[in-house]
């Protein structure tokens, strides 16, 4: 984990207005700058980052952070990768205690040596006119094949000794390029007589490569195997290429090979991604959901298609939002994206994708597939189904539809429905106010709100705040809580990184709307003060009024208790301290 007092220095030392200015063109707006937000559609500017405060907020989709976030959102990068990123832009040096897999302790540079083994690769093409050959044979250009770094690993068992200094050098083994026999003997290339497609992360570094026979062999495809700069479950291959064109299509498509991905820029549809032979994985679809609110999975018609589609539906479900959209095509059973593609053109490609399934009629449709609906029992069985993958779902009016839909659609009662919803709503109607309640809370959310606010814009004031003055029953009281605690182990720590501190929280959204708040404050730090302080107070007030009350109708009050009275009448000033206090309190005593 990276220190907190890392990040602090390291969001001090850059601007956040010059950071977003790489990728996104700002226009200055009064104190703050503002754009069309890059991470939705929309006309009118409602992005808004402010060089004071070093955050950005746009008031349209909600999206919200500093610096840090804003290259994970944007570019796509794993959080470590974008404080690295940060780092180097300003000489940081990244703390020692991180995972060296970049350079080990003592050796070589794991990425030169991918760099160093993908230029051989390319070098090799140049110089092999049957590799050549099979690629114009499958209609790629040497433009295309230049973008993609695409390369040739030629036949025999050790080419890359010429290559490097040392070919036993352990590193090589390590980043995959080798193998070592099991029962000894000397080692060998991994990669001989295939195509080579370098994989690169989000920086554009060689990380990997997946190798294609050019005729007959198995296996047909293979990869490099995990290593310390490769996990197959975190990749997609294509994305540092497609990155640009999935912003300007405002989708991307995942399909299964590199070459579905290289043919499909080739014919202009160059927002494909692809899975690296594994299946989708929730990192996969978190990742590209930070760079666009469409994916579309493209899978073959037949039952292993299908079979894929689910597990991406499943492991989305988590991950979805209501402002997003996840979508399916399947294509004609004897096409894959390559062949469809190069056989019907870019056109007809992108008319198929008209025809795209939502999740929802996918999820529908598969669930009730599967059951007898004519039958009680088949009914019983699409509840007991439906139930587990709901509760799953984070995009709530997503989910209240999808139980509306198989409600409708599954000739389900009005009790079958209830049994759909009770268990999803029952936790968060429990934990709901009722109207009256709600009511009666109101005024205190508000000040619970506005120490929040407070605290954000100035940590220090932590100290001053007692945990034993909230009534932690809600969402804001528990953040505020939360926050103190932080803010009083962390006494330097500064808002942006009290916010980032509890992203992935149930207190993410509060706080990020409540930073976002403090675009339109005005207020100094000693203005801020005096407004926490007031907060504060009347917070007080109305815990010593709920605790008079409380004594005041008890039945048989100690003398301690009668004393805590009188204190608390003299705190409210209510009335002067003298010892007619004492008939006034035992008048107040409730009669039984």
């Known amino acids: 984990m990276i220190p907190d007092s890392f990040k602090q220095e390291l969001l001090h030392r850059v601007d956040i207005v010059g950071v977003i200015e790489r990728y996104v063109p700002l226009k200055k707006g009064g104190a703050n700058y503002l754009a069309c937000c890059p991470f939705h559609t929309e006309k009118t500017p409602s992005f808004t980052v402010s060089p004071t405060k070093q955050f950005y907020h746009c008031f349209g989709c909600g999206a919200h952070g500093n610096a840090i976030s804003f290259l994970i959102e944007y570019q796509g990068l794993g959080y470590v990768e974008a404080v690295r990123d940060l780092a ?19 050796g070589p540079d794991l990425y030169e040596i991918m760099e160093r083994a993908g230029n051989y690769y390319r070098e090799q093409l140049k110089g092999t006119p049957r590799a050549i050959e099979y690629l114009k044979g499958r209609g790629l250009t040497g433009k295309i094949a230049a973008r993609f770094g695409i390369g040739y690993a030629p036949d025999g068992w050790q080419n890359l000794e010429s290559v490097f200094p040392s070919y036993a050098d352990k590193a090589l083994k390590d980043v995959g390029l080798v193998i070592d026999p099991e029962g000894g003997g000397r080692r060998y290339d991994r990669f001989r007589d295939r195509i080579i497609f370098p994989i690169l992360d989000q920086r554009g570094s060689v990380i990997a490569f997946g190798g294609r026979v050019l005729g007959e062999g198995e296996p047909k495809y293979l990869n490099s195997p995990e290593t310390p700069l490769f996990e197959k479950g975190r990749e997609l291959y294509g994305l540092a290429q497609a990155r640009s064109a999935i912003r300007a299509a405002g989708r991307v498509i995942v399909v299964e090979g590199y070459m579905d991905v290289v043919a499909l820029a080739q014919h202009g549809v160059e927002y494909a991604v692809a899975t690296l032979g594994t299946a989708t994985s929730a990192t996969h679809v978190q990742k590209l959901l930070r760079q666009t609110d469409e994916v579309v999975f493209c899978f073959d018609g037949d039952a292993a298609g299908r079979k894929a589609a689910w597990h991406a539906l499943e492991v989305s479900l988590p991950h979805l939002a209501d402002n997003k959209a996840m979508r399916f095509l399947f294509l004609p059973p004897e096409h894959d994206p390559d062949s469809y593609v190069r056989e019907k053109g870019k056109e007809a490609f992108e008319k198929m994708l008209e025809t795209t399934r939502p999740l929802s009629e996918f999820f529908v449709e598969e669930l009730m597939g599967r059951v007898e609906l004519k039958t009680y029992e088949g009914r019983a069985q699409l509840v007991h189904e439906a139930k587990p993958l709901l509760k799953q779902i984070s995009a709530r009016t997503l989910q209240r539809q999808l139980i509306q839909m198989i409600a409708a659609t599954g000739y389900l009662d009005q009790g079958h429905a209830a049994q759909l919803t009770e268990e999803l709503t029952h936790t968060r109607l429990a934990a709901r106010p009722s109207g009256l309640d709600r009511g009666a809370q109101a005024p205190e959310l508000r000040l619970v709100r506005n120490l929040l606010q407070c605290l954000i814009s100035n940590p220090a004031l932590a100290r001053e705040l007692s945990a034993e003055l909230l009534d932690q029953g809600s969402l804001e009281a528990r953040a505020l809580v939360a926050v103190t605690e932080f803010c009083r182990e962390n006494p330097e720590v500064e808002g942006n990184i009290v916010v980032d ?16 708040a403090l675009l339109d404050t005005k207020l100094e730090t000693e203005h801020m003060e005096v407004d926490f302080r007031g907060a504060l107070e009347r917070l007080r007030d109305k815990r010593r009024k709920q605790r008079f009350e409380a004594l005041r109708v008890k039945q048989d009050r100690s003398p301690e208790e009668e004393t805590e009275m009188l204190r608390l009448l003299r705190e409210r000033n209510q009335v002067p301290a003298s010892p007619s206090n004492n008939a006034i309190i035992s008048g107040s005593r409730s009669t039984p």
């Open 88 to 106: 180097e832009s300003v000489g940081m040096k990244m703390p020692e205690f991180e995972p060296r897999t970049k350079k080990p302790e003592g």
């Open 501 to 516: 501190h509890f992203q992935g929280t149930e207190f993410r959204n509060l706080l990020e709307s409540g930073q976002a």
